[in-house]
């Protein structure tokens, strides 16, 4: 705790090996490990929540930090899940899969998975799988179970800087040979309809019963540099998504949210509530709600993230 206010929070990340991980990650942070696909930056889901890295709460939870300090960290948002942000480091097609609504959701007692990826790094060949172009599902049943579904499916090229949004129930997939930071909402149910003959389980029939054949993918190409304007690329009634581009210095005034800044190109200093911080590539913060401001320093791109 700051004088005035709550400052910034620094959570361990968490990582998860992944049969179709790429190299990237371990590369750039430096891991000893091989094989790790996905890196949890903020989760407060059970099972893979976060510890905070330093300060006094130092080794905690973040759902004690919720806990014990919910008016700080969340303001007026009365939940005890944060929008969760993580890496997803791709050296192949991730499964075909969807995931359910918040009515969906609660069935299970679990909630909506609805998400969106920002490419921060991308072969020449990628792409993302989102949407179906058949909406029977009679017709997508018979193309799984015989292993052609590949030509119903929706794909999409993208590269370094392109942002896409993937609501609840929409049939998609991350393609492989990218880097991606995915920022969606609190759920942790996958339903996986079509794995290329991985041999894992399929859940083919709760798959066809939740998707929506009808969801198209929003699309934002975020290449062009707003230098020292904060602009929104995605919104959803869960979480909000921004992109800044900062030139020297930038002032992030408090808005009563807590907020998650990753920076996705560069490095910056991050000054608040007398605290200071660098922040590098692919490194994560959570900024509490009590925070009134962030001054903010160097030459990056962030991507922030709010409820």
Same mark, same amino acid.
């Given at each position: ?200 389980? %399929?859940?083919? $029939?709760?798959?066809?019963? *939740?998707?929506?054949? /009808?969801?198209?993918? +929003?699309?934002?190409?975020?290449? =062009? ?44 200093? %991050?000054?608040? $509530?007398?605290?200071?911080? *660098?922040?590098?590539? /692919?490194?994560?913060? +959570?900024?509490?709600?009590?925070? =009134? ?15």
């Amino acid at each position: 705790m700051g004088e005035t206010g709550m400052s910034l929070i620094k959570l361990e990340p968490v990582y998860k090996k992944s049969i179709w991980a790429g190299e990237r990650l371990r590369k750039i942070r430096g891991l000893t490990a091989s094989g790790i696909g996905i890196s949890r930056e903020v989760c407060a889901y059970q099972g893979s929540e976060n510890v905070i890295a330093a300060g006094p709460m130092k080794g905690e939870s973040v759902g004690r930090l919720i806990a014990d300090y919910h008016r700080e960290l969340m303001g007026e948002d009365d939940s005890n899940q944060l929008v969760r942000v993580a890496f997803m480091d791709t050296a192949e097609d991730l499964s075909i899969q969807v995931h359910p609504d918040e009515v969906q959701a609660a069935i299970v007692g679990d909630y909506e998975k609805s998400e969106s990826w920002y490419i921060l790094e991308a072969g020449e060949d990628a792409y993302i799988t989102a949407g179906v172009n058949c909406g029977d599902s009679r017709v997508l049943r018979k193309a799984a179970e015989e292993s052609h579904l590949e030509e119903y499916l929706i794909r999409h090229p993208v590269k370094k800087g392109d942002f896409a949004m993937i609501p609840a129930k929409m049939i998609h997939a991350c393609g492989g040979d990218m880097l991606v930071l995915e920022i969606g909402s609190f759920g942790g149910i996958t339903y996986r309809l079509y794995d290329y003959g991985r041999g894992r389980p %399929l859940d083919l $029939e709760r798959s066809l019963e *939740i998707m929506d054949p /009808t969801l198209a993918c +929003l699309m934002v190409h975020c290449q =062009e540099k707003h230098d020292n304007e904060l602009w929104t690329v995605g919104t959803h009634r869960l979480f909000q998504v921004d992109i800044l581009d900062v030139r020297e210095h930038y002032y992030l005034k408090g808005n009563g949210k807590y907020r998650i800044l990753t920076c996705v190109e560069g490095f910056c200093r %991050l000054q608040c $509530e007398g605290e200071v911080f *660098i922040l590098g590539y /692919t490194e994560t913060i +959570l900024v509490p709600a009590a925070s =009134e401001q962030v001054e903010i320093a160097g030459t990056c791109r962030l991507i922030i993230a709010e409820r």
